[in-house]
């Protein structure tokens, strides 16, 4: 997840539009990617992951190799991911099964056949957040105010939102976003 992506993310989950899960696993591999993508040290990106972490103590799937039995059809450099989220639901002690779901760019490593025998699905983000605008659009709009601190942050100029979405391929949510609501039709 992008620069911009990743902490709009984060502050819907702190919002309590999702719960994150990951695994120590997905942390690895995150911070490994992730500097080198970004160019810089893993001790930055590790210290990323440390504050991920605190905000968010539940999110940790524990163990997941068990819940990796099974899995055949979905690439198996990520049949961890999917254990996550199987391990999250199966430990959740709650009494109504949680929805558990993969947001991944990748979504052709994900055999949506097999995800779906196993009670899961999976999205891009820009259908999640979409789908989540339904739900929860002022929380979401909320969530976006920030965007502008986050591009900032990345030292790049100012910019409209619609533009960080579309750069960052949220066409779909740039596309609520930007709609005229109820209260802005003319009389």
């Known amino acids: 997840m992008s620069s911009i992506l990743r902490p709009l993310l984060l502050r819907l989950a702190r919002a309590g539009v999702f719960s994150p899960v990951w695994s120590a696993r997905i942390g690895e591999e995150w911070i490994r990617n992730a500097a080198r993508l970004w160019q810089v040290s893993t001790d930055d990106v590790a210290a990323l992951w440390a504050r991920m972490q605190e905000q968010f103590p539940d999110a940790d799937a524990g163990d997941v190799r068990p819940y990796e039995t099974g899995l055949r059809y979905s690439d198996a450099k990520d049949h961890h991911v999917i254990a996550a989220g199987l391990a999250r639901r199966a430990r959740s002690g709650l009494p109504r099964v949680p929805a558990v779901f993969v947001m991944t760019w990748n979504l052709k490593d994900f055999n949506r056949p097999e995800m779906r025998r196993a009670g899961l699905d999976v999205f891009d983000p820009d259908r999640l957040l979409a789908q989540w605008w339904a739900r ?3 929380i ?3 969530a976006l105010a920030a965007t502008a601190g986050d591009v900032a942050a990345l030292g790049r100029e100012g910019e409209p939102l619609a533009t960080t979405l579309h750069r960052e391929r949220l066409y779909r949510l740039r596309t609520l976003v930007t709609q ?7 009389a």
């Open 180 to 186: 005229p609501g109820p209260d802005d039709a003319s």
């Open 140 to 142: 979401i709009r909320t």
């Open 136 to 138: 929860s659009p002022e």
